[in-house]
């Protein structure tokens, strides 16, 4: 068994994020594998030949795509954690990409070679200039096959954003870790269960472990970097995709009738010391309920003079199934690589 280790330090900086990269290598995957998630079927329809076609013409990309889909260990050079949160753009990602000298990527493709359950051979890696190659390849991937489903793909990872920091703000991290994937689970006061295999844990860092969602039926892989810590990449699960018809009572039951209340309150903006007087609670009960509403990134305050106004944010409207109405919207390698 492999765990992550966090401090209560890192565990309270631990958070959500975004990542255009692990959502290609997740895409080059899936159409290499030629076994679609269900609800990606027709993207995958009007995308694999194309993308067949193109590994035919392209040598580098080819290869690549061969190792990524026939790997447990994806090299850690396209294992990246998202160094912007929930707004990461692809090229910063790949500027570090492109920054890698040729022989750490030889070295973490023989490693992803050595956990592959195929013969491959590693010829395409013989050029030079690699950190430009691959940044090239994967950026090909993604204006040509990714980039057109994104709007689509961004909204299902932001709902699953939405419905996991709902969980951690009624009822804590491991209740909102429960079901990330079938390996992954909360183990003792501090870790978290990474791998059912032997392996050397791993200590996480004050600055917490980053949480990536992927539009994948299945598969996770920890990213790591000296200067970001880590990242735990899980495919997004489709019960956060639809809102209940019912959002209301469904809104009380993820984070509690108080928290719910006072989320649709502030549809206005108001002050603490406004919504205790009209909700009828104590202003010490209030404090606590935008305390963890502004921590899961649903709410945020902003002090206009002597006072601290809250208003809602877009996860808070959107977890709120369009009832909150806010008018302020803010931004709140690869090892055990699990088959598709």
């Given at each position: 068994?492999?765990?992550?280790?966090?401090?209560?330090?890192?565990?309270?900086?631990s958070?959500?994020?975004?990542?255009?990269?692990?959502?290609?290598?997740?895409a080059?995957?899936?159409?290499?594998?030629?076994r679609?998630?269900?609800?990606?079927?027709?993207w995958?329809?009007?995308?694999?030949?194309?993308?067949?076609?193109?590994l035919?013409?392209?040598?580098?990309?080819?290869?690549?795509?061969?190792?990524?889909?026939?790997?447990?260990?994806?090299?850690?050079?396209?294992?990246l954690?998202?160094?912007?949160?929930?707004?990461?753009?692809?090229?910063?990602e790949?500027?570090?990409?492109?920054?890698?000298n040729?022989?750490?990527?030889?070295?973490?493709?023989?490693?992803?070679?050595?956990?592959?359950?195929?013969?491959?051979?590693?010829?395409w890696?013989?050029?030079?200039?690699?950190?430009?190659?691959?940044?090239?390849?994967?950026?090909?991937?993604?204006?040509?096959?990714?980039?057109?489903?994104?709007?689509?793909?961004?909204?299902?990872?932001?709902?699953?954003?939405?419905?996991?920091?709902?969980?951690?703000?009624a009822?804590?991290?491991?209740?909102?870790?429960?079901?990330?994937?079938?390996?992954?689970?909360?183990?003792?006061?501090?870790?978290i269960?990474f791998?059912?295999?032997?392996?050397?844990?791993?200590?996480?860092?004050?600055?917490?472990?980053?949480?990536?969602?992927?539009?994948?039926q299945?598969?996770?892989?920890?990213?790591?970097?000296?200067?970001?810590?880590?990242?735990?990449?899980?495919?997004?699960?489709?019960?956060?995709?639809?809102?209940?018809?019912?959002?209301?009572?469904?809104?009380?039951?993820?984070?509690?009738?108080?928290r719910?209340?006072?989320?649709?309150?502030?549809?206005r903006?108001?002050?603490?010391?406004?919504?205790?007087?009209?909700?009828g609670?104590?202003?010490g009960?209030?404090?606590?309920?935008?305390r963890?509403?502004?921590?899961?990134?649903?709410?945020v305050?902003?002090?206009?003079?002597?006072?601290?106004?809250?208003?809602?944010?877009?996860?808070?409207?959107e977890?709120?199934g369009?009832?909150?109405?806010?008018?302020?919207?803010?931004?709140?390698?690869?090892e055990?690589w699990?088959?598709?």
């Open positions: 068994m492999t765990l992550l280790k966090l401090s209560p330090l890192a565990l309270s900086r958070r959500f994020a975004l990542s255009p990269l692990a959502e290609t290598v997740g080059i995957i899936s159409l290499r594998r030629a679609p998630d269900p609800w990606m079927s027709a995958y329809a009007n995308h694999q030949k194309s993308f067949d076609r193109r035919r013409r392209d040598p580098f990309l080819r290869g690549l795509a061969d190792l990524l889909s026939s790997t447990k260990w994806l090299p850690d050079v396209v294992a954690p998202p160094t912007g949160g929930m707004g990461t753009s692809l090229s910063a790949l500027e570090q990409v492109a920054a890698m040729d022989a750490e990527i030889r070295a973490a493709f023989k490693v992803s070679l050595q956990h592959s359950w195929l013969e491959h051979d590693l010829r890696l013989e050029s030079s200039d690699l950190g430009r190659s691959l940044a090239s390849a994967v950026r090909t991937v993604w204006s040509r096959h990714v980039a057109p489903d994104w709007p689509r793909r961004r909204e299902a990872l932001e709902r699953e954003v939405i419905y996991r920091a709902g969980l951690l703000a009822f804590g991290w491991p209740k909102a870790l429960e079901g990330m994937s079938r390996r992954s689970r909360w183990i003792g006061a501090d870790s269960q791998s059912n295999r032997p392996g050397v844990d791993r200590h996480v860092g004050d600055e917490g472990l980053q949480f990536v969602p992927v539009t994948l299945g598969g996770t892989w920890l990213c790591e970097s000296e200067t970001a810590g880590y990242a735990l990449v899980y495919p997004a699960r489709r019960v956060a995709v639809e809102f209940p018809a019912d959002g209301r009572v469904a809104l009380e039951r993820l984070i509690g009738r108080g719910a209340e006072l989320l649709l309150r502030l549809s903006p108001g002050t603490a010391s406004e919504l205790a007087e009209e909700l609670l104590s202003l009960t209030v404090g606590r309920h935008l963890i509403l502004r921590d899961a990134g649903l709410i305050g902003v002090r206009e003079g002597h006072k601290v106004v809250y208003r809602v944010t877009v996860r808070g409207t977890l709120g369009g009832q909150v109405a806010g008018d302020l919207g803010v931004g709140c390698g690869g055990d699990e088959g598709l």
